[in-house]
C-alpha cells in the first residue's frame, strides 16, 4: 500500500501545484527556505508537500516574504 508522497522532486511539485520548476528554483530563499519547503541533496532537491501547499494556500508566509510583497504592492 502507497500513502501519498511527502516529498517530490522539483518537477513533479512544480507540476503538482501549476509553478513553473525555475519559479521554485529562483525562489528558493525567497518564499522557499530550505529545511522548511525543501531539502537539498546531492544534485537534487526534496520539495516537502505539506509545507509547499501551505504556501499555495497563503497559510504560513515568512516575514521575508512579506517584506518583498510590500515592496512590490
Do not use: P
Not at 21 to 31: I, P
Not at 48 to 57: F, G, Q, R, T
Amino acid at each position: 500500500m502507497k500513502d501519498k508522497a511527502l516529498y517530490l522532486k522539483t518537477n513533479d511539485m512544480a507540476k503538482m501545484i501549476g509553478y513553473s520548476k525555475d519559479y521554485l528554483l529562483k525562489n528558493r530563499g525567497v518564499f522557499f527556505f530550505e529545511n522548511i519547503h525543501y531539502f537539498s541533496k546531492e544534485r537534487r532537491t526534496d520539495w516537502k508537500v505539506s509545507k509547499v501547499i501551505e504556501w499555495v494556500e497563503n497559510k504560513n508566509v515568512s516575514d521575508k516574504a512579506k517584506n518583498i510583497l510590500d515592496l512590490v504592492s
